[in-house]
């Protein structure tokens, strides 16, 4: 088996190397986005027999680890050489792969197909390309053709292989970058086109799958910005008609994850709207936030957990708990590699439960916070009572909400958020 290390910027390069090489049988690889993650691995996998590069991670502190590799290969920005490198212009990534295994001298046997998340075929309505279904004949794998290319994805028959358990479909490895670039590009027309609540919540979620499956570029990202715009543009139009807006996102047939995100979003935006210090950067801020806070949370369950009582008394597992309990610290490494987020969204994404190294949940919001944050917490607290009591089909008494954070919140400074919050309710 080859090692294959690809120290790389996540972009839109990283993830087409990544699927090509991984289409592979007798190649591993690793992929690092920084100096210290490079490091690491080189010291518990060893060095490998090749490695793609960034030219800009190329230093004078890693020179003596990079002599030792033989086959280096640098993606550059621009036609350059560089001693001791074959260098690539980074648009001509399929080149450098190409050169990669002829270097390699030996013949490898191409991976004929890739998995692809099955739940994704819940979000579209046909495919770009033949949907293979892995299935065990004569106690050997087996692959049946489940859709055809162009044919339309029958809903009834993914809910039913969902409903077994399965949890992934197979492409043709050639096929699986084309497959969600057109997903990606299918949903965010549509997004575009007609943005409402079930459309960007649908949007929202194909986002999150990508994003576990191949992290983040051009494919995941823009229809995690097409969400945030889609969100702001729903704030600005929704002036004077918030609560039918918030009634219809209730009532939406949208994910859990999507209406506490996009409450929390117009919510917070609603306050900030009032405050003589808020611009739309801070509003596009938090709803970035909103959005990106919980990624690493698997299950619904979760996204309700905000204390350690809560948390303890849960029906997770101790294994799913401790999730819980770092999930702020897990978001703020996962966004690491989102290079154009918004400036400081991650260090809001870290303290998002109040607590500044992203463990835990703190009793009582320390007022010492970014004002953002204590703005997110409170709105938050509040939209999950609110979806809370919508789930459950209670009649909402909106002030019985406001009672129940006053009394978890009981700091002044904190109540006048609150009054704030209240005032986008009642004038
Ligand atoms: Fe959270």
């Known amino acids: 088996m080859k090692k294959v290390f690809l120290f790389l910027k996540n972009d839109s390069a990283l993830p087409m190397i990544q699927v090509y090489l991984?289409?592979?049988?007798?190649?591993?690889?690793?992929?690092?986005?920084?100096?210290?993650?490079?490091?690491?691995?080189?010291?518990?996998?060893?060095?490998?027999?090749?490695?793609?590069?960034?030219?800009?991670?190329?230093?004078?502190?890693?020179?003596q680890s990079l002599d030792q590799i033989s086959q280096k290969i640098c993606v550059t920005n621009e036609e350059k050489e560089i001693d001791g490198y074959r260098c690539f212009y980074k648009k001509n990534?399929?080149?450098?792969?190409?050169?990669?295994?002829?270097?390699?001298?030996?013949?490898l046997e191409t991976e004929e197909y890739s998995d692809v998340p099955f739940h994704l075929l819940k979000k579209i309505d046909s495919s770009i390309c033949d949907i293979y279904l892995q299935i065990s004949k004569n106690g050997l794998p087996h692959r049946v053709k489940l859709f055809h290319a162009g044919e339309n994805i029958e809903q009834p028959t993914v809910e039913k292989y969902l409903d077994k358990g399965v949890r992934n479909a197979s492409v043709k490895s050639s096929d699986k970058a084309q497959f969600l670039n057109y997903i990606s590009n299918q949903m965010y027309t549509e997004m575009i086109l007609t943005p409402t609540?079930?459309?960007?919540?649908?949007?929202?979620?194909?986002a999150l799958i990508l994003l576990k499956d191949i992290g983040f570029n051009s494919t995941s990202t823009q229809l995690i910005e097409g969400v945030v715009e889609a969100m702001n543009a729903k704030l600005s139009s929704a002036k004077g008609k918030d609560l039918l807006a918030i009634k219809d996102l209730l009532n939406s047939k949208t994910s859990r994850y999507f209406k506490k995100a996009?409450?929390?979003?117009?919510?917070?935006?609603?306050?900030?709207?009032?405050?003589?210090?808020?611009t739309h950067t801070h509003q596009n801020l938090l709803t970035f936030v909103s959005i990106m806070a919980d990624i690493s949370l698997e299950q619904e369950e979760m996204l309700f957990l905000t204390d350690k009582k809560s948390l303890e008394e849960s029906s997770l597992n101790e294994v799913d708990k401790s999730h819980v309990w770092t999930h702020a610290r897990d978001a703020f490494h996962m966004i690491q590699a989102y290079k154009d987020r918004p400036l400081e969204a991650d260090l809001l994404i870290l303290e998002h439960h109040g607590n500044k190294n992203g463990v835990g949940f703190s009793e009582q919001i320390g007022t010492s916070l970014n004002k953002l944050t204590i703005i997110y917490r409170i709105c938050e607290d509040?939209?999950?009572?609110?979806?809370?009591?919508?789930?459950?089909?209670?009649?909402?008494?909106?002030?019985?909400?406001?009672?129940?954070?006053?009394?978890?919140?009981?700091?002044?400074?904190?109540?006048?958020?609150?009054?704030?919050?209240?005032?986008?309710?009642?004038?």
Not at 270 to 276: A, G, H, P, S, V
Not at 415 to 426: A, G, N, P, Q, S
């Open 262 to 278: 996009h409450l929390v979003s117009m919510l917070s935006g609603k306050i900030i709207q009032n405050m003589d210090w808020g």
């Open 22 to 63: 991984n289409g592979y049988k007798g190649i591993q690889v690793f992929v690092q986005n920084d100096a210290t993650s490079f490091s690491n691995d080189l010291s518990f996998i060893g060095f490998p027999d090749a490695l793609f590069i960034e030219e800009a991670f190329i230093t004078n502190d890693l020179q």
């Open 93 to 107: 990534w399929e080149k450098a792969c190409e050169d990669f295994f002829s270097s390699l001298g030996e013949n």
């Open 382 to 427: 509040f939209a999950i009572e609110l979806i809370k009591l919508n789930e459950m089909n209670v009649d909402v008494k909106i002030m019985d909400i406001f009672q129940h954070l006053y009394i978890k919140h009981d700091k002044k400074v904190l109540h006048l958020v609150i009054e704030d919050l209240k005032k986008c309710f009642i004038n």
């Open 197 to 206: 609540d079930n459309i960007v919540g649908k949007a929202l979620d194909t």
